[in-house]
């Protein structure tokens, strides 16, 4: 039975625990479950620990002085709870960091260049980015000016292409819409929706924008304070009245009620 | 006006800036991947010239084996620094890895006073000391081939760095944490930049071994190269190879101006003077990037 469930999943977090500098306890025992080939949302508002959730899952952590103090992560049935970040990207996680980190002084061809895996041939390198600029035709025609002078919707789909180079069987996504014209929003996670359907790809989206992540996920967690306090389809999160309320912009309150709410929850618990 | 004179200066200074790019691109390669200078480059240039010396000298190998095996030996040396020290200091400020170069360069030299002694001793390339002349003009031989070796070496990084290993370099200089992101290796690479600088450090300590001997002395180099990476731009290696020229020709053409004057001594007030205007005035140096701001 256990067994069975492992080879659903592609990625199983469970009870996860992890300390910054030893003493702060940003997430206190996540259970995240990402089925094989599904798209996942993780919701929450700011310092939830959505971001750690994902850097626990990608190993960069370690980056930040963080550590997971308990509980395990595995990746395919594999263990990967110590393993290094690069380990983990040979596995095939890859986690697009908040932000849009892109290579600024570096052309988006060149971006694409530096997450080739080590030993991919020019050739396999080159239909990855025949692959990356047929889904992002925008990146195509600025191929080679430099990435810091893009747009902002232009950075997203460099990182998003850049993390699809390293060829990753489960992709992480944290906030990527954040900042972007709702246009936008629309086209990449229509795109993420396309490489999902044809690649098969399993997806983490880490999300404040819940209503545009509950269109194109199956499942949904929602993160509160470092712990998971709802789980559910994307159809069952959508018609949640909590959810409604607060993450969907629906019922009757205003702005500064949600942030009362999500501050005395944070408090509270 | 004796133009053939001041010609003469300029190029004999030009070529003096050349072997002061040559010293500099070591600084450049670590500064890209690290961005702090590091101060331990005079320290390595003079190791670099050592290790030439005890493989020619001591073990007996012909020089132009001793150079390739001291670059191999260096190679080494860059890597192990990074392995043994600097990722202990991943992540903590950038001021402490400045520190951390500057007590390599301290160690270093202790190491070479230990081991060597504090006796100058010669290089002799064999590269004969008469010197060309172009009409009325001449030209010191060593200075042209180390200019030469410079502007092969600044070729040669070009290229390099639009290679894949290359690249990822770059991306690494830009961004640790995205490179961490896509399983680039940020400690190979550091320590590839610092293996790299290594054999350049061979190349710079080789010429100018040759040109005011190998000693301690060698490690001031540091203060004349630091000068042209900051007027470079510190991560740019063209900006090292045109600041070096802009400060030799600088150099020798006001120096000799200057020194009448004042009674000699006006070349470290030359050089003193670029350092300080270029941090005040143009602190991004001639080439240096600015880092991009866009909402
Ligand atoms: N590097 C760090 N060092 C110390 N504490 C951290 C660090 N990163 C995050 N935290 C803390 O951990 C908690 C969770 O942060 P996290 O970044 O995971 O939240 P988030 O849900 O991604 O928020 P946001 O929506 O603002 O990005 C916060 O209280 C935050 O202050
Ligand atoms: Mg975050």
């Known amino acids: 039975m256990q067994e069975k469930v492992e080879a659903q999943n592609i990625l199983s977090m469970n009870s996860v625990e992890v300390l910054y500098d030893n003493v702060i306890l940003a997430i206190k025992g996540v259970s995240v479950q990402v089925p094989k080939g599904e798209m996942i949302a993780l919701l929450g508002s700011n310092g939830a620990g959505k971001s750690t959730t994902l850097k626990a899952i990608s190993g960069l952590l370690k980056a930040e002085r963080g550590r997971i103090s308990r509980g395990e992560i595995t990746f395919q049935g594999v263990d990967i709870t110590e393993a290094l970040a690069?380990?983990?990207?040979?596995?095939?996680?890859?986690?697009?960091?908040?932000?849009?980190?892109?290579?600024?002084?570096?052309?988006?061809?060149?971006?694409?260049?530096?997450?080739?895996?080590?030993?991919?041939s020019r050739s396999t390198?080159?239909?990855?980015?025949?692959?990356?600029?047929?889904?992002?035709?925008?990146?195509?025609?600025?191929?080679s000016s430099q990435a810091g002078y893009l747009s902002g919707g232009e950075q997203q789909m460099l990182a998003i292409g850049r993390a699809l180079v390293t060829q990753p069987k489960l992709l992480m996504l944290d906030e990527p819409s954040l900042g972007l014209a709702p246009f936008l929003v629309e086209e990449i996670f229509g795109i993420l929706q396309k490489i999902n359907k044809d690649e098969g790809l399993s997806v983490l989206l880490v999300e404040q924008n819940a209503l545009a992540a509950l269109e194109i996920v199956s499942q949904g967690y929602l993160i509160e304070n470092g712990r998971v306090v709802m789980h559910g389809t994307a159809e069952a999160l959508k018609s949640n009245s909590d959810i409604q309320e607060f993450y969907l912009g629906g019922g009757e309150t205003d702005f500064h009620n949600v942030k009362h709410y999500s501050r005395r929850k944070r408090w509270l618990s | 006006m004796d133009w053939v004179f001041l010609s003469e200066l300029a190029i004999n200074g030009a070529l003096t800036g050349l072997l002061y790019s040559l010293f500099a691109i070591g600084l450049v390669l670590i500064y890209k991947a690290s961005s702090v200078p590091?101060?331990?480059?005079?320290?390595?240039?003079?190791?670099?010239?050592?290790?030439?010396?005890?493989?020619?000298?001591?073990?007996?190998?012909?020089?132009?084996?001793?150079?390739?095996?001291?670059?191999?030996?260096?190679?080494?040396?860059?890597?192990?620094?990074?392995?043994v020290a600097l990722r202990r200091l991943a992540g903590r400020p950038v001021v402490m890895i400045l520190m951390l170069t500057l007590g390599?360069?301290?160690?270093?030299?202790?190491?070479?006073?230990?081991?060597?002694?504090?006796?100058?001793?010669?290089?002799?390339?064999?590269?004969?000391?008469?010197?060309?002349?172009?009409d009325d003009i001449f030209i010191s031989r060593i200075h042209l081939v180390g200019a030469g070796v410079a502007l092969a070496l600044f070729v040669a990084f070009m290229l390099f760095f639009r290679t894949r290993t290359g690249i990822k370099l770059r991306a690494i200089a830009d961004d640790y944490m995205a490179s961490w992101s896509v399983g680039i290796s940020v400690e190979r690479g550091v320590g590839l930049s610092w293996a790299l600088a290594s054999v350049v450090a061979v190349a710079a300590g080789v010429i100018w071994g040759e040109i005011q001997g190998v000693d301690q002395a060698l490690s001031l180099l540091l203060l004349k190269g630091l000068t042209v990476a900051v007027l470079g731009g510190l991560d740019s290696i063209l900006g090292a190879v045109i600041a070096g020229i802009i400060l030799g020709v600088v150099e020798n053409v006001v120096s000799d101006f200057l020194d009448p004057l004042v009674g000699g001594g006006s070349r470290e007030l030359i050089v003193a003077a670029v350092l300080i205007l270029t941090v005040m005035i143009r602190p991004h140096g001639l080439f240096g990037r600015h880092d991009i701001e866009r909402v």
């Open chain 2, 104 to 134: 390599l360069d301290i160690f270093l030299r202790g190491t070479t006073l230990a081991i060597w002694g504090g006796t100058s001793r010669s290089m002799e390339l064999g590269v004969s000391y008469d010197p060309l002349f172009f």
């Open chain 1, 125 to 143: 390198l080159n239909a990855e980015k025949d692959k990356i600029y047929g889904y992002f035709p925008r990146l195509a025609e600025r191929k």
């Open chain 1, 86 to 120: 690069q380990e983990r990207v040979e596995m095939g996680i890859c986690h697009v960091i908040e932000g849009r980190r892109v290579f600024e002084h570096l052309t988006p061809d060149e971006n694409l260049t530096a997450a080739a895996p080590r030993g991919m």
């Open chain 2, 38 to 83: 590091n101060l331990a480059q005079g320290g390595l240039t003079m190791v670099g010239a050592y290790v030439v010396l005890a493989l020619a000298r001591d073990v007996g190998l012909p020089l132009w084996l001793a150079i390739p095996l001291a670059a191999v030996v260096m190679f080494g040396l860059g890597f192990g620094i990074e392995r």
